[in-house]
């Protein structure tokens, strides 16, 4: 089962623009993660925030959470073509496991 | 550090056949995952590990076993494989626990005809 589904599918932009994907989940999480994925390659810890967090930045990265929404937002600013990729996001629904939505692919144009 | 590592990085495999899928982290975490990722899907957890000697199904636990005899190592076995079973495979570690930052490894692409 899905907890996390990202929003959109896919994202095109270009290089310098402001890049935002959001993440809806279902049930009431103790904490939500971002994380990147390079094609072919294994996927890499951008960011964690807890429930009772609203906002938390890292670079030229920034992390809202809305538990009232159940929906948490990604952006990137500044964008880069070293930024394309895939980001998920994964929350702690189940008593045992992180639960994957199936990612936003973000595409920067030069 | 090599963090997590995954040996082979590709496969083939005929339907039936078995293998192990080898995966191996140097940080001395305790908690240890195997996912399958699928197009259009996200990660799903195929079996766990909280320490060594101890293992736990995941949500599509069904045709894979694993063990853990040592903190390092964290094969992950298939029995007999059938085509349902192509997809690509990452192996993660944890420091602090299954929810919270995982250290994942670049992954084995398997293809079973």
């Known amino acids: 089962s899905q907890q996390g589904e990202e929003d959109p599918q896919a994202l095109s932009i270009q290089e310098g623009e402001n890049a935002t994907m959001n993440c809806s989940y279902k049930t009431s999480i103790n904490n939500l993660q971002w994380y990147r994925q390079n094609s072919g390659r294994g996927l890499v810890h951008l960011i964690l925030i807890r429930s009772n967090e609203r906002e938390k930045h890292s670079g030229r990265l920034r992390v809202t959470l809305d538990t009232s929404k159940k929906s948490s937002s990604l952006l990137i600013t500044a964008s880069r073509a070293a930024d394309t990729a895939s980001y998920f996001c994964?929350?702690?629904?189940?008593?045992?496991?992180?639960?994957w939505g199936a990612g936003t692919k973000l595409i920067i144009k030069p | 550090n090599a963090g997590v590592t995954q040996t082979p990085k590709f496969q083939v495999l005929k339907t039936g056949q078995s293998m192990t899928l080898q995966c191996a982290q140097d940080?001395?975490?305790?908690?240890m995952s195997w996912y399958r990722q699928d197009p259009g899907m996200g990660l799903r957890l195929i079996h766990y590990?909280?320490?060594?000697?101890?293992?736990d199904q995941g949500e599509v636990p069904n045709g894979y076993n694993v063990s853990r005899s040592t903190t390092e190592d964290f094969p992950l076995r298939l029995l007999s494989a059938a085509p349902s079973q192509t997809s690509v495979y990452f192996c993660a570690s944890s420091l602090r626990g299954l929810y919270n930052e995982q250290f994942f490894g670049p992954g084995t692409r398997l293809t079973v005809l």
């Open positions: 994964a929350t702690d629904a189940n008593n045992y496991q992180l639960i």
């Open positions: 940080m001395n975490h305790e908690y």
């Open positions: 590990s909280v320490g060594a000697g101890i293992t």
